[in-house]
């Protein structure tokens, strides 16, 4: 069993949709959850960056974590064709900065 | 955000031959420093762990001997991936985090492409 899991997809939805992005892990000692959007041929960018349980928001995206189900999610509301890339879950623990990444999820907006 | 830079971003080279790829860190100053590979489609795998002044840590399975690390500056790390092969082409993406705490975001480079023929 991998210690993080996503689906690769790929997801398409129409333009103005909200998109919900979801990651599963297994390990308990995870503490911090990150959300980056790579472009094709471009390096990871963080878009979201968490700690422990909760909710947060900045500007369209919501990134929720829920510890307890070791379940993390990302939405994106309004999606726009821009939006279109692949998103990588990522989580690390609290003792060291090693990050662990899920597989990927390639998203897809149309117009 | 902090930015992280990488040369060079695309290389080609023929079996055999030693390829110098270098992250700076271009407004920080990062005492570790990552190294990740990722193949098409695939997630970014850590290669090893960059450190200022000491020794890289490898992950299990990263041959130490192939792919040589030196962290020679607070703000440069260089990994030089030696007798390359055909299986080596990949994408490879340097990261450091921005701040002191181990556990302070990451930020990563644009990455290198590498080709070998």
């Known amino acids: 069993q991998k210690e993080v899991e996503q689906d690769p997809g790929p997801l398409s939805v129409p333009e103005g949709a909200i998109v919900s992005l979801n990651c599963t892990y297994s390990n308990s000692a995870f503490q911090y959850f990150m959300w980056y959007r790579q472009y094709s041929r471009k390096g990871p960018e963080l878009l979201m960056y968490t700690y422990s349980s909760g909710n947060k928001e900045d500007g369209r995206f919501t990134a929720q974590v829920d510890k307890s189900s070791k379940y993390i999610s990302l939405f994106i509301r309004d999606s726009q064709p821009s939006d279109s890339a692949t998103y990588l879950c990522a989580m690390m623990g609290s003792s060291a900065s090693k990050i662990i990444f899920g597989s990927g999820t390639r998203l897809s907006i149309r117009p | 955000g902090a930015v992280v830079s990488q040369h060079p971003s695309w290389v080609i080279c023929k079996s055999g031959t030693s390829v110098k790829i270098e992250c700076r860190s271009l407004d920080f100053q990062a005492t570790t420093m990552f190294w990740y590979r990722q193949f098409p489609k695939q997630s970014l795998m850590l290669m090893a762990t960059s450190n200022e002044g000491s020794k890289a840590t490898y992950e299990q399975g990263v041959e130490k001997d192939k792919f040589l690390i030196n962290h020679a500056s607070l703000t440069l790390s260089t990994l030089t991936v030696t007798s390359a092969h055909p299986e080596d082409s990949s994408f490879y993406i340097c990261?450091?985090?921005?701040?002191?705490?181990?556990?302070?975001?990451?930020?990563f480079g644009p990455g290198t492409r590498l080709t070998v023929l």
């Open positions: 990261s450091a985090p921005a701040g002191e705490r181990p556990s302070d975001e990451q930020f």
